[in-house]
């Protein structure tokens, strides 16, 4: 079967509801939400439904009560007495749904979400409850998030530093959602898929940059986002992974707030830590790393040998045979461990596993962009298996 979904102004009309048990009950709980003047008629009509501002005709059926109905609900537990409701209504045009089978019905009852603001209705062309609770239980998260976007403290001319984490959007923060949400104006970063941005009816903005493509120069990304702070707007400056993470936030920060524009940080998930977890290479155990070490290698002269038990850098596809060179240089073994995880998170992720000696001779071939990982927990199965053989 497949309803048309509609909306019907119910208000101050005659309801008539044939049954007085929980079905009854349930179907009466909404139409009371929409102010309709609603009928029980029934032999035995539950005392909660006695206790609600509804009339309540103890009786058995007859046609004579659904005369002035304006719709009419059959529920009761008896088929025969369903089926007569069912062609009295089709014998006086009156639109009737039966609880018991949905193919003799005129219109069915629909799961419903309601705020302040929005209803929301739920049909299934098939009787699948346990489907439709799950999507009416989305749906209500999306309203509750959709309210507390209002009651949030979202300021005009206000500038809010979002980490959107590594590029995967089920990562992304409950807040930064909120803010998203809110946002007139989401200036957003390389690295992002702007897909992930559709749900969001801000203006979108791009000043994504990556080696020798520059949508804008940081001080052009600085004056933009004050131009619309400027402007009244509620500006979400969207980042890829943490805004304090290589993110340069904290440049934009002190510019806008030199300008008398006030800012907020939202952390995010930044993507070295994404890429450990997708991948499978932790950044500490017990008994083999105790220490983290975070690094950029975007420049040549950009970064240096961490010296942690676990390193990560960030920004290094160009420089990683030169990274694992230092390494060979500062002594390390040459079969070093280095974990490679490109795309990290998302469904196209690859992990290469190998060491800083072949790394230093430029046989690994990895597209950008990637979190590299230099530590011996790239193996940490493989020790703790040695370590149970002693």
């Known amino acids: 079967m497949s309803f048309l979904p509609i909306s019907i102004n119910i208000a101050n009309k005659q309801i008539v509801i044939i049954g007085g048990g929980k079905v009854a009950l349930q ?19 539950l005392e909660e439904i006695q206790e609600l501002e509804v009339e309540c005709i103890s009786d058995s059926y007859q046609q004579h009560y659904i005369s002035d109905a304006f719709m009419v609900y059959a529920c009761t537990d008896q088929t025969s007495v369903n089926n007569q409701v069912v062609e009295d209504c089709n014998q006086l045009n009156k639109l009737c749904n039966n609880a018991e089978d949905s193919t003799q ?7 419903i979400v309601q705020s302040e603001s929005l209803t929301v209705a739920i049909n299934s062309k098939a009787k699948e409850p346990r489907k439709t609770k799950a999507f009416k239980h989305q749906i209500e998260e999306q309203l509750n998030e959709a309210e507390a976007i209002a009651q949030h403290n979202t300021q005009k001319g206000k500038v809010y530093l979002v980490g959107f984490g590594p590029g995967n959007p089920d990562l992304l ?18 690295l992002l898929d702007v897909n992930a ?12 940059k990556r080696r020798g493509n520059h949508s804008k120069e940081q001080n052009q990304i600085n004056e933009v986002l004050c ?6 707007k509620m ?9 304090l993470i290589f993110g340069r936030g904290t440049e934009e920060k002190y510019y806008l707030e030199k300008h008398n524009i006030e800012v907020e940080i939202v952390p995010g998930i930044t993507s070295a830590i994404a890429a450990a977890a997708y991948s499978g290479v932790p950044l500490t155990h017990r008994g083999i790393s105790s ?26 596809v160009k420089n990683l045979p030169e990274i694992a060179k230092q390494y060979i240089e500062k002594g390390y073994a040459k079969d070093y461990p280095v974990a490679l995880v490109h795309n990290a998170t998302m469904p196209q992720q690859q992990v290469i596993k190998t060491t800083v000696s072949e790394l230093a001779k430029g046989n690994i071939d990895i597209a950008s962009p990637v979190i590299s990982i230099f530590g011996k927990t790239v193996h940490f199965e493989q020790i703790l298996d040695q370590e149970k053989t002693l």
């Open 227 to 232: 131009e619309a702070a400027k402007a009244n």
């Open 27 to 45: 179907k009466l709980k909404s139409l009371l939400l929409f102010k309709a003047k609603v009928r029980i008629i029934a032999p035995h009509i």
């Open 291 to 316: 220490t983290v070490a975070f690094g950029t290698a975007h420049g040549k002269k950009s970064f240096k040998i961490l010296e942690a038990d676990s390193s990560v850098y960030y920004m290094c």
């Open 197 to 208: 941005l559709a749900p969001f009816s801000g203006e979108k903005v791009y000043v994504g």
């Open 173 to 190: 923060t409950v807040k930064a959602k909120r803010l998203l949400y809110a946002a007139d104006v989401i200036f957003y970063d390389d």
């Open 235 to 243: 500006v979400v400056r969207l980042k890829g992974g943490d805004p």
């Open 105 to 111: 019905s005129d219109f069915i009852s629909s799961a």
